[in-house]
C-alpha cells in the first residue's frame, strides 16, 4: 500500500533562518506531488506542484521553492523565512489516472502535515 | 476559471442531528467532486468521492450526489457523532485541485 511520510513534524524557527521540509512517497511511482500552505483558521493554499522529476509549477510567488530531486522526493525550502510562512504545511501525491490525464482530478493522498512557526 | 464555494462554520449540532453542509461549484467539462475530512492536528483524508453527473459517493454514514443541474455536491449525514468533529473540504478535481475553505464541524454529546 502507499504512504506519505513528512517530516519534522513541528518545527520553531527564527526570522530569516532557511528552511526545509521533506515529504516523500512510498509504495507508488511517477506520482503528482503537490504542497499545501494552511494558515490557521483558512483553507489550502496550493503552493507547488510536480508532474515528475525537476517539473516544478509555482501556484503562488513568495519566498518559498520547490525541488523534486527524485522521483517520490519533494523538498520545500525557503532561503529566510518571514513570520507569514507560519503555517501547517501539507504534502500530498496523487496518480496519473486516465480521468487525471484529462484533467478530470483523481484522488489526493495527504501526510500528516508539519506545524511550521515563524518567530 | 474552476471555483469551490462552501458554507461557512462552524455547524455545531447535538449528537444524533442531521448534517448539511452545502458546496456549490463552477468548472468547464466533467471534473470529479471530492469531500475530504481533516482531522485536529492532521492532515486531509478522503472521505467520499464522485466522478460523473448524478453519482452518489458514500462513506461512514456519508453521502454526497454530484448534482451538475445544480452544481452542487452537498455532503449529508444522518446521525452525527461527537466522532464527526472536524474541518470538511469540498474539492473539484482538475488539472490544479480547488478546495474550498472548509466548513468545522462541532458535534455534542
Known amino acids: 500500500s502507499q504512504t506519505i511520510h513528512q517530516w519534522p513534524a513541528t518545527l520553531v524557527q527564527p526570522v530569516g533562518s532557511p528552511l526545509s521540509l521533506e515529504c516523500t512517497v512510498e509504495?507508488?511511482?511517477?506520482?503528482?506531488l503537490y504542497w499545501y500552505r494552511q494558515a490557521a483558521g483558512r483553507g489550502l493554499q496550493l503552493l507547488f506542484y510536480?508532474?515528475?522529476?525537476?517539473?516544478i509549477s509555482s501556484e503562488v510567488p513568495q519566498n518559498l521553492s520547490a525541488s523534486r530531486p527524485q522521483d517520490r522526493q519533494f523538498i520545500l525550502s525557503s532561503k529566510k523565512l518571514l513570520l507569514s510562512d507560519s503555517g501547517f504545511y501539507l504534502c500530498?501525491?496523487?496518480?496519473?489516472?486516465?480521468?487525471?490525464?484529462?484533467?478530470?482530478?483523481?484522488?489526493?493522498?495527504f501526510g500528516p502535515g508539519t506545524r511550521l512557526t515563524v518567530l | 476559471g474552476n471555483s469551490v464555494t462552501q458554507m461557512e462554520g462552524p455547524v455545531t449540532l447535538s449528537e444524533e442531528a442531521f448534517l448539511t453542509i452545502n458546496c456549490t461549484y463552477t468548472?468547464?467539462?466533467?471534473?470529479?467532486l471530492f469531500w475530504y475530512v481533516q482531522y485536529p492536528g492532521e492532515g486531509l483524508q478522503l472521505l467520499l468521492k464522485?466522478?460523473?453527473?448524478?453519482d452518489k459517493g458514500s462513506n461512514k454514514g456519508f453521502e454526497a450526489t454530484y448534482r451538475k443541474e445544480t452544481t452542487s455536491f452537498h455532503l449529508e449525514k444522518g446521525s452525527v457523532q461527537v466522532s464527526d468533529s472536524a474541518v470538511y473540504f469540498c474539492?473539484?478535481?482538475?488539472?490544479?485541485?480547488?478546495f474550498g475553505r472548509g466548513t468545522s464541524l462541532i458535534v455534542h454529546p
Open positions: 474539492a473539484l478535481g482538475s488539472y490544479i485541485p480547488t
Open positions: 464522485a466522478t460523473k453527473a448524478d
Open positions: 510536480s508532474v515528475g522529476i525537476g517539473q
Open positions: 509504495g507508488t511511482s511517477n506520482p503528482n
Open positions: 468548472a468547464t467539462g466533467y471534473p470529479s
Open positions: 500530498a501525491w496523487s496518480g496519473k489516472s486516465g480521468r487525471a490525464l484529462l484533467g478530470l482530478g483523481d484522488t489526493q493522498y
